[in-house]
């Protein structure tokens, strides 16, 4: 039999999920067909951790599910938090057992079976100012921390002198401390973590479309029976019906909840909380630091070249879209970090700032809503089903809970979550890929040191991402002034990983928005005209793309001066939206 070279894949049918997840335009266009033709088990609303976490337990379990997302994926709260998979050092203070033990199993699975090419251990320096109980104090604390949730890939606490506090941390002030502890948490970088996810459940069939904002609820008799859907780059709506709908809105549950026309069993409040990004050789430290504030605690968290620094948490009443920085917030930080620090950071030497709200749960309104876990669940309408609260670490719990909450109104018996057994996409083949990493560069000409970043980034999909260079080395090249990130990965990021715009490449698939002082204007027009052909922009659309760009750059700067939140909201929320038809707020 005559075989053809390079014969052109079958097409895929709807029984066939794409391989690795992929999510591009094709996968789009298909998507929308698939959201008005099929019933499924399970529509979730929201493209956060807790909604592709939903997705992908549902998928998993055998169901067929949705996830429709308003804008891009990760782009509310998962992207914009401190980065940590953690037990929470300060729900331990609170007696909160549990949650810590729970959080630390979750960190634990991530770190070895779920997501190892994503979440890597990163350490802290507790320093202790307190000659008397500080030290014993922390210790049982830590000692805790240290044993619970089962099996532990990452160094127990070690009790340091002033001394050997700073010889791990020389930037500190030599009378901010009189000794240390250094111990261990696990971080990653939540808005690719998020999208991983969002692909792992499109790899095992769910329909996962983003710019597909939900504008209305189906009801057949008193039960909701679906969503209706936008798609908010060129209006075409259409009604997706499901036996079950899950709210996973975070901080926009509350407007959900009103569209749906049903009483909520909870409601959420937004906290915000800020960090800055500064370069790595302002703070001499081989070690991240946890300081305590007067509230709360403030972090000081390694990341590639740079460290990050955070958090507020102050109250937000205003758009939830665009929590805006205010120069009061940064301020704060800066006192918090400089009152240790021997050589004090100032706003000049600030790359990024980014600012993100808490979904906390503001009280519960009727004994059927089950609150655990610092999440709430609960079936608040025949067919609907809301999740909200918890945080970044405990999402696959929560994606679990979610979906067992909505069991009653599914056909048939489900099965048990299964997701602590499934890996992420680009986790298969990891560490071979690791122990490889030079062979790998020199058959692409890279440097090893660069493969191992692209490791981090995708694991085993890297090979995808350099396959795309194969006809064409010039993408092997670095972004224009972005240069730790190759061209190559804002061609995959379009083609892959679901982005639509130029926002959606510079903010989340890269941080090229907080990692470089210029937040990206320098790289906007390269990065557009790299994706246009993906995405099928002309000359006009290019422009229109870096506009928005640099106009939400130019508001955020310009938010970062404003001595309040009013005023920095209204500076921000003038900036124009990439997504054309989105309509805020929904209801
Ligand atoms: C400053 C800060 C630091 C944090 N640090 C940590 C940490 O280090 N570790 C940790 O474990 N947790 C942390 N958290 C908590 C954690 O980030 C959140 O709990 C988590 O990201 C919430 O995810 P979510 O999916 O509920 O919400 P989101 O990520 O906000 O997702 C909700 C999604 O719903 C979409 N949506 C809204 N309306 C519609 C609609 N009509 N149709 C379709 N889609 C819609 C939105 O666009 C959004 O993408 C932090 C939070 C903050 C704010």
């Known amino acids: 039999m005559a075989t053809r070279k390079n014969a052109a894949a079958p097409p895929q049918t709807h029984a066939e999920p794409p391989i690795t997840g992929r999510l591009g335009p094709a996968e789009r266009e298909e998507a929308w067909q698939r959201l008005a033709a099929e019933t499924f088990d399970l529509v979730v609303i929201g493209g956060g951790v807790v909604g592709v976490g939903a997705a992908l337990d549902a998928a998993t379990r055998g169901l067929r599910v949705a996830l429709v997302e308003a804008r891009d994926l990760a782009s509310g709260t998962s992207s914009r938090s401190s980065k940590l998979f953690h037990g929470g050092l300060r729900y331990l203070e609170q007696l909160e057992f549990g949650l810590v033990r729970e959080a630390l199993r979750e960190r634990e699975l991530m770190l070895t079976r779920l997501a190892p090419h994503l979440v890597k251990p990163v350490s802290f320096l507790y320093p202790l100012s307190n000659r008397l109980w500080e030290r014993p104090y922390t210790a049982a604390g830590l000692f805790l921390y240290d ?12 009790h340091l002198t002033r001394a050997g506090a700073l010889r791990l941390v020389p930037a500190l002030k030599r009378d901010a401390l009189i000794g240390g502890i250094r111990y261990y948490d696990a971080q990653a970088d939540d808005a690719r973590h998020t999208m991983m996810v969002g692909r792992t459940a499109a790899h095992y069939g769910a329909v996962v479309r983003t710019s597909t904002q939900v504008v209305g609820f189906l009801r057949e008799a008193d039960r909701v029976s679906g969503v209706r859907v936008r798609d908010v780059e060129d209006g075409r709506e259409v009604d997706v019906r499901a036996h079950a709908v899950i709210n996973a809105t975070g901080v926009w549950t509350d407007e959900l909840q009103r569209l749906s026309g049903s009483r909520g069993r909870f409601r959420v409040r937004a906290s915000k909380g800020v960090h800055i990004v500064v370069p790595r050789d302002r703070i001499v430290a081989e070690s991240g630091m946890i300081l305590r504030t007067e509230k709360s605690v403030l972090f000081v968290i390694p990341w590639r070249n740079h460290w990050i620094v955070g958090t507020t948490d102050t109250d937000w009443n205003l758009d939830l879209a665009h929590p805006a920085a205010t120069k009061h917030d940064i301020d704060y930080i800066l006192e918090h970090v400089n ?23 503001a009280g519960e309104s009727d004994s059927t809503s089950k609150l655990s876990r610092e999440h709430a669940v609960a079936r608040v309408a025949p067919g609907l089903v809301a999740i909200a609260g918890g945080k970044y670490t405990t999402y696959r719990v929560m994606g679990a809970d979610a979906v067992d909450a909505a069991h009653v109104d599914l056909p048939g018996r489900i099965q048990p979550s299964i997701t602590d057994k499934v890996p992420l996409v680009g986790a298969d083949g990891y560490h071979a890929l690791v122990n490889q990493a030079d062979q790998l560069a020199a058959r692409h000409g890279l440097h090893p040191y660069r493969v191992r970043h692209l490791l981090d980034r995708y694991g085993s999909l890297v090979h995808e991402v350099l396959s795309l260079a194969a ?46 002082a210029h937040r990206g204007v320098e790289s906007a027009e390269a990065v557009a005209r790299l994706i246009a052909p993906v995405l099928g922009w002309d000359d006009d659309a290019i422009k229109r793309e870096v506009e928005v760009y640099n106009a939400r750059v130019d508001a955020e700067r310009a938010s970062q001066t404003k001595p309040d939140d009013q005023a920095a909201d209204a500076v921000r929320a003038a900036a124009p939206e990439a997504r054309p038809q989105l309509t805020e707020p929904v209801s």
């Open 147 to 158: 044993t619970m949730g089962g099996a532990r890939s990452v160094p127990g606490q070690k």
């Open 471 to 516: 006809d064409n080395p010039e993408l092997l090249k670095p972004i224009p002034a972005a240069p730790d990130y190759l061209q190559v990965e804002a061609v995959y990021a379009a083609s892959h990983e679901g982005a639509m715009h130029l926002e959606d490449v510079l903010t989340r698939r890269t941080r090229i928005s907080i990692e470089y």
């Open 339 to 361: 009152s240790v620090l021997a050589t004090p950071l100032t706003h000049d030497d600030i790359e990024g700032v980014y600012a993100g709200l808490r979904p906390l749960l």
